[in-house]
């Protein structure tokens, strides 16, 4: 079994999934399918379109598995319909749904073909501690904007706020992502593939994210030294994203 994790790794280090830094992640995630400790892994694109192609790329990079397209539905209607009801009508005009391309163990039951947003992190095995929290901060951006549209656009109808965000106008919006704590997070556990809480943060390698990272470094330590010593020093000293 090490033997085809380490072919698997080794073909997907040639694969362009989304950036240099996210790919290491993404293709451990693969790695991880393959050997049997997560269900599924999945990589966002910014259209359908490149969702495919990556599924593409991946059944010719990673044939033992099996790979998928899903489109997840735009909840931001459904986030700000009682507290910004003209925003979220023009949403629902012009929505952006979330495209993924999915990978699972070839013979396993796929991932649903319709998943709710706020079903994704628990499907791809994320603690619920974590996941609550970084959807809570995501709503909290996603009513800042909306505020900020308002704002700064002074729209009459969802149909004007619909041709800003089709021009993509400029708006200004309070920071309500506090983006430097959450670079900070992701430092401190650069071996999960998603946003660590505070709370796993202060507990450290006990938290449920500390456990997933001891794993994932200890797989990426087996499959190549110089993978572990690379996910470190990109994303656990000098992570941008």
């Known amino acids: 079994m090490r033997q085809a994790l380490a072919r698997l790794a080794k073909r997907l280090a040639r694969l362009r999934l989304v950036s240099a830094e996210r790919d290491l992640i993404e293709r451990l995630d693969r790695v991880l399918v393959l050997e049997g400790s997560l269900r599924f892994a999945a990589t966002s694109a910014p259209s359908?379109?490149?969702?495919?192609?990556?599924?593409?790329?991946?059944?010719?990079?990673?044939?033992?598995?099996?790979?998928?397209?899903?489109?997840?539905?735009?909840?931001?209607?459904?986030?700000?319909?009682?507290?910004?009801?003209?925003?979220?009508?023009?949403?629902?005009?012009?929505?952006?749904?979330?495209?993924?391309?999915?990978?699972?163990?070839?013979?396993?039951?796929?991932?649903?073909?319709?998943?709710?947003?706020?079903?994704?992190?628990?499907?791809?095995?994320?603690?619920?501690?974590?996941?609550?929290?970084?959807?809570?901060?995501?709503?909290?951006?996603?009513?800042?904007?909306?505020?900020?549209?308002?704002?700064?656009w002074q729209?009459?109808?969802?149909?004007?706020?619909?041709?800003?965000?089709?021009?993509?106008?400029?708006?200004?919006?309070?920071?309500?992502?506090?983006?430097?704590a959450r670079l900070a997070r992701l430092r401190r556990f650069p071996f999960v593939s998603f946003v660590p809480c505070p709370r796993c943060c202060e507990r450290g390698a006990r938290s449920p994210a500390g456990r997933d990272d001891a794993r994932r470094r200890a797989l990426a330590r087996e499959l190549s030294p110089a993978l572990e010593h690379r996910i470190e020093r990109v994303r656990g000293r000098h992570l941008t994203m």
């Open 48 to 152: 359908a379109e490149s969702a495919r192609r990556l599924v593409r790329a991946l059944e010719r990079a990673a044939p033992e598995l099996a790979h998928g397209l899903r489109v997840l539905e735009d909840d931001r209607p459904a986030l700000l319909r009682r507290t910004h009801p003209l925003v979220a009508k023009a949403l629902e005009r012009a929505p952006a749904p979330l495209a993924l391309a999915f990978s699972w163990r070839r013979g396993e039951r796929a991932p649903p073909a319709k998943i709710a947003r706020l079903a994704i992190g628990p499907l791809l095995g994320y603690p619920r501690c974590c996941v609550r929290f970084e959807e809570a901060r995501r709503a909290r951006i996603v009513r800042a904007e909306a505020q900020g549209m308002l704002d700064t």
């Open 155 to 180: 729209p009459g109808s969802a149909l004007d706020v619909v041709v800003a965000i089709e021009a993509r106008e400029p708006f200004l919006a309070d920071d309500a992502g506090d983006e430097e």
